[in-house]
């Protein structure tokens, strides 16, 4: 559904005004060596529609910022038909989480896999490349709702999470860090004395 004249002057816009597909055609230069598309090729198209979906948004050109967690339940075969399902699901002042869902088709049997499902942080600039304003996001069903707060707890667990890691950058143990790593798949050979 086309926006209307009045919900581009809004300074709130509806989640569906960027809404964004993108579909492409699986070939074989984007395989990898066991004739899998290669991961690298996904987070590619991943990153255009999380692109695309934000600047119609924003109306300023977006940039990445950072990548939540990708997860690569299945694997997407030349010959698929991949489609990149992207929605605006949160913003902040100049920032925005565009919601993720990819699909592969098979086109022989057209069987569709749940692929890879992420959240990208975009941030708008303006012409002179300072952060940009956005605008509010209306939110018109429980989904929606949903996922703004879910996203809300994403970013509030994730800046707990580097702080945590900030401040305990000076108060590191290395002895207290072999005790906790001594059950995992390392060996640690540092010498004390050659460490000072």
Known sequence: M??????????????RFSRTTITELMIPSYANFGGKIHGG??????????????????????????????????????????????????????????????????????VITHTNTSYFTMVAKTDDNRPAEVPGLILENEEQVRRFE?????????????????TSRPNFDIEQAKQTLASERCIITIDQKENK
Do not use: W
Not at 2 to 15: D, H, I, Q, S, Y
């Open 2 to 15: 086309m926006p209307n004249a009045e919900e581009l002057k809004l300074p709130f816009k509806k989640v």
């Open 41 to 110: 090729v996904l987070l590619s198209l991943m990153d255009k529609v999380a692109y695309v979906c934000a600047a119609k948004h924003a109306g300023n050109y977006c940039v990445t910022a950072s990548i939540d967690t990708v997860n690569f339940l299945a694997p997407v075969e030349v010959g698929d038909l991949v489609s990149l399902k992207a929605s605006v699901n949160y913003v902040g002042k100049t920032s925005l989480v565009v919601g993720i869902r990819v699909e592969s088709e098979n086109v022989k049997t057209n």
């Open 150 to 166: 879910e996203s809300r707890k994403r970013k509030i667990e994730k800046l707990k999470q580097v702080h945590e890691i900030r």
